[in-house]
């Protein structure tokens, strides 16, 4: 049987080698498919190459490159840099083209994420907005100033969609160990927690009010799988394009939480006077968060996933008690700890 051809940025990354690791781990999809994978330098190329993928030496400023890869390509997965908008355009122009596939209508899976549901909160307050995926007419009115909206927007061009099947899954904050051959920590909670470590307490934007959905990285990378497979198999059985906007979530917290705990485990570690958390002055936000982290752990991005579990049958497996995400935090004061 012909094998497909899957095209991958990212996968040296957090999320795309976690998921690349679980599609050479899953029987269903470790020898049906070729894998080639972009890497930007000559270390990576060898690592990847040990897995028996593919290695592709550039970047996604290279849009040649790019374009040629996503003309041979059945199925490509584009994990690397969200806001990116050349290389979705590189990979139009190849997807477009009638090359040396096997699928008549190849696939382009793209990993967004719930910032673009951000809000100015600040951590003033929770937001009241919650945004399902089972309800794609909300969320193609987000405003074109969205975090990551104006990729999402060429994914979704009425061009493209006419002769490529496409799909935006869009996690929110991602926690969890990965199983990536590089990169395997996540960046949004250990940003603070690396913050407590390095100023010895714990600082807070605004009162912590503002709430994140969540989802382990396993969990991702298993609806990743069955996305995947399905977009192949059953693609007329899915939800694409326009209507092809997967949230994928297990709950959610608020970062006066994950504050608390970091607090309590910093105090547990020795390494603060106390497990108090504090407020930042508003004249010491630029010396104590970098600028994204206002915007990032200040504000609201609350997502509710319906289309994965009705359509591929996708349900989480971690964190179903709640201990987990708080082990992770203190994990994750650890490791800082360690690295300072």
Do not use: C
Not at 143 to 151: C, Y
Not at 230 to 253: A, C, I, M, T, W
Not at 314 to 335: C, M, N, S
């Amino acid at each position: 049987m012909t094998k497909l051809t899957i095209f991958i940025t990212g996968q040296t990354g957090y999320i795309g080698g976690t998921v690349v690791d679980h599609l050479l781990k899953n029987p269903e999809t470790k020898d049906k498919f070729v894998y080639r994978s972009l890497v930007r330098s000559a270390d990576n190329a060898k690592t990847i190459q040990a897995l028996g993928i593919t290695p592709v030496l550039g970047s996604l400023d290279d849009s040649k490159l790019l374009s040629d890869e996503a003309a041979k390509a059945d199925v490509i997965l584009h994990f690397a840099d969200a806001d990116h908008l050349p290389a979705i355009h590189a990979f139009a122009k190849g997807l477009l083209q009638q090359g040396h596939r096997h699928l008549a209508r190849p696939v382009l899976i793209y990993n967004s994420g719930t910032g673009v549901l951000l809000d100015g909160a600040k951590g003033a307050f929770a937001s009241k907005d919650i945004y399902s995926d089972d309800d794609p007419d909300r969320i193609l009115a987000l405003p074109d100033s969205a975090n990551h909206r104006n990729v999402e927007l060429a994914v979704l061009d009425p061009k493209l969609n006419e002769h490529v099947d496409t799909y935006i899954v869009s996690p929110p904050t991602i926690w969890g160990t990965g199983t990536g051959p590089v990169h395997r920590h996540s960046i949004q909670i250990p940003l603070l927690v690396g913050n407590a470590v390095k100023h010895r307490k714990v600082y807070r934007i605004g009162k912590g009010l503002n709430r994140w959905s969540k989802i382990h990285v396993a969990d991702l990378a298993n609806l990743y799988v069955l996305l995947t497979l399905k977009s192949v198999h059953q693609p007329n059985d899915l939800p694409k394009g326009r209507k092809g906007y997967y949230f994928v979530e297990n709950g959610e917290y608020a970062f006066e939480d994950v504050s608390t705990i970091t607090a309590d485990e910093l105090h547990k570690q020795g390494i603060a006077q106390d497990a108090k958390v504090y407020d930042t002055p508003h004249d010491k936000e630029g010396e104590y968060w970098i600028p994204i982290a206002v915007i990032y752990l200040g504000g609201n991005s609350r997502s509710r996933s319906v289309i994965g579990g009705k359509y591929l049958g996708w349900k989480a497996t971690h964190d179903l008690d709640g201990k987990e995400f708080e082990q992770y935090i203190r994990d994750e004061v650890k490791r800082a700890a360690h690295k300072a």
